[in-house]
């Protein structure tokens, strides 16, 4: 677009969540010639109804971002949420700049979600370009699982590595294998040194926003101060190397650990960095590659770092681009149950339950095995219908787009794609949760206790949801131990767990 002497200046689009100076739409511009367009509108703040620090952490980054680009020399329409003649959806306010700057032709990064997508291809003159900030393209993920009868992360992450070279010695793995994890999942202790993510004082420019998503989202979900979120890309920066230096060497190793009083242990919390544009996934993971080559981090843990980012992250967002629309309205077991009011409230006596719900809250965090093993596992086992949990999800964190959350909760944690993206669901009673965490020593229930008033309500639930769902998971291989175990039981035992667990359902 630039290379043509004589034509005329275009509108630049960039969303909440493109904010990187090399995004292809601020590629294709030129700041001699062409305006930039943001927008905070309220479609986009209440299409769910996200956390405020979600809220607020988007709209202080996009602040930001465009005296940024205005510094660079860029001319920005920044349209604030109070401004009187706001249209409040993307479209109208692309429409309106169009008509009141006299711009025919306007151009964008493609939206990170399909319904942005799909409202953007009704706009007339609006260029939407392939958004090349990730590993993979639409194109390489369809081709790379065309004729596949099953899509399995592991052998998609080696096409990853071999495409990025990250951790590769030639064409061998570095260490001589691709996933260490199994040197990593150990259980926490409560007297390692626990280090937390970078915090950053908000400024003037954060103060505001706060103030206004106080006013203007008073009854969202979630605590707004104090607010430490990084909401620059030097911010961010800093907020990887801090990383990098006190947490990444014990990653791998405390991966799966929950302990009450820790709610970040030596997870990164750069996801809402990433997502949002500040980081790019490649410089995140150079970045930590160079702390094993330097000998500051073990490669269990920069291995399982790495894979989580270009492993995970690039295959859910291909699996997203595969199956939408359809996919964030699968329901392969039928589940149709309301979310239970708690996870708004997080009045509940199970301990681990209430610590990740008040934790994200507070935080609009949680980390991995929070989302999976506690929140996750319990919506699965108690039948909530997943497109309630979906949306929760998508609410209450941070770091949540729905090209990323959607295969996260419908497909890995609720199983509600019947498996395209996990092999089997993640539904496990208490026993897991007690040999990860510290939760169950403080719980009102017993996590030993398997049936009765006060068995930890994980325990029936967990049979409850094996018998109900039988007809599709007996056939699974990695299930069929579990139905044995099942299978062994006494009659009397079988109904023992089945009437415990309606007594927990019946209480929701
Ligand atoms: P770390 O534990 O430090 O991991 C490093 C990075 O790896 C993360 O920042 C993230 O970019 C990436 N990553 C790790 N696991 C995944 C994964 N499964 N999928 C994609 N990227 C991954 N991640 C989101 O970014 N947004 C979401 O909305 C989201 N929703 C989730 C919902 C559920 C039910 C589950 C089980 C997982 C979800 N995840 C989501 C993945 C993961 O939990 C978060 O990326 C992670 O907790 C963010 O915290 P962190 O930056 O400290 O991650
Ligand atoms: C998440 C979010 C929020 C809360 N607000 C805005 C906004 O006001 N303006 C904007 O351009 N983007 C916002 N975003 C990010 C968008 O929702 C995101 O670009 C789409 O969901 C596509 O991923
Ligand atoms: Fe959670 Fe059960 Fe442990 Fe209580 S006993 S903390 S409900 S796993």
Redesign the pocket.
């Known amino acids: 677009m630039t290379s043509d002497p004589n034509r005329q200046p275009a509108l630049i689009v960039v969303l909440g969540d493109q904010l990187s100076t090399d995004s292809a739409a601020l590629r294709a511009g030129s700041a001699d010639l062409d305006m930039v367009l943001m927008a905070e509108v309220m479609d986009e703040a209440q299409y769910v109804r996200h956390h405020k620090k979600k809220i607020a952490f988007v709209f202080s980054a996009m602040r930001h971002f465009a005296a940024q680009l205005e510094a660079a020399g860029w001319q920005v329409r920044y349209v604030r949420l109070d401004d009187p003649a706001n249209t409040h959806s993307l479209t109208g306010e692309i429409e309106r700049a169009k008509h009141d700057l006299n711009i025919s032709r306007a151009v964008v990064t493609e939206p990170g979600e399909y319904r942005l997508a799909q409202a953007f291809s009704g706009c007339e003159g609006l260029h939407v370009l392939p958004d090349d900030r990730f590993i993979a393209s639409h194109h390489e993920f369809r081709q790379w699982a065309e004729g596949r009868k099953q899509l399995r992360m592991e052998y998609f992450y080696r096409e990853m590595r071999r495409k990025t070279g990250l951790l590769m010695s030639g064409d061998t793995p570095e260490g001589g294998r691709w996933n260490f994890d199994a040197e990593n999942r150990k259980p926490p202790k409560s007297d390692l040194f626990m280090p937390r ?1 970078l915090e950053t004082e908000p400024d003037e420019i954060t103060q505001e926003v706060l103030t206004l998503v106080e006013a203007k989202f008073a009854d969202h979900f979630g605590t707004l101060t104090p607010f430490w979120f990084a909401v620059t890309r030097q911010g961010a920066l800093a907020a990887l190397d801090h ?1 990098v230096d006190v ?1 990444l060497p014990q ?1 791998g190793d405390y ?1 799966d650990a929950m302990l009450s009083d820790e709610p ?1 242990l ?7 960095y ?2 949002a544009g500040l980081l790019s ?1 490649l410089e ?1 993971c150079r970045r930590v590659e160079r702390a094993y080559y330097d000998g500051d981090a073990p490669l269990n843990a920069v291995e399982g ?1 790495i894979r ?2 270009i492993g ?2 690039e ?3 291909g699996i997203y681009w595969l199956r939408m629309p359809g996919y964030i309205q699968e329901n392969y077991l039928g589940a149709k149950r309301p979310l239970p009011a708690f996870y708004w409230t997080a009045d509940t006596d199970m301990a681990c339950m209430a610590a990740a719900i008040t934790q994200t809250r507070d935080e609009a ?8 093993m506690v ?2 596992n319990f919506a699965l086992l108690a039948g909530i219908d997943p497109v309630e ?1 979906h949306e929760w ?2 609410a209450v ?1 941070a ?4 090209w ?2 959607a ?3 419908i497909g ?3 199983f509600a794609d019947g498996g395209l993206l996990g092999s089997k669901p ?1 539904a496990a009673s208490g026993s897991y949760i007690n040999k990860m965490s510290d939760h169950c020593a403080a719980c009102r229930y017993d996590v030993k206790q398997k049936t009765g008033e006060d068995a930890c309500p994980f325990n029936p639930l967990y049979w409850d949801f094996m018998v109900r769902n039988a007809d599709q998971l007996r056939g699974n291989p990695r299930l069929g131990h579990s139905y044995r175990t099942w299978d062994r039981m006494t009659e009397g035992k079988q109904q023992d767990y089945l009437d415990s667990a309606q007594k927990v359902l019946a209480r929701l």
Request: glycine letters at 2%.
């Open positions: 993510p990383f947490a990653f991966q970040f030596y997870h990164s919390v750069l996801a809402q990433l997502n996934p995140i770092y989580q980012i995970w992250r295959f859910v967002r965090y949680a980390h991995h095995i929070q989302r999976l929140t996750g949990v999800y998508l964190y770091d949540a787009y729905e990323v959350e295969p996260n909760v890995m944690s609720q993640y």
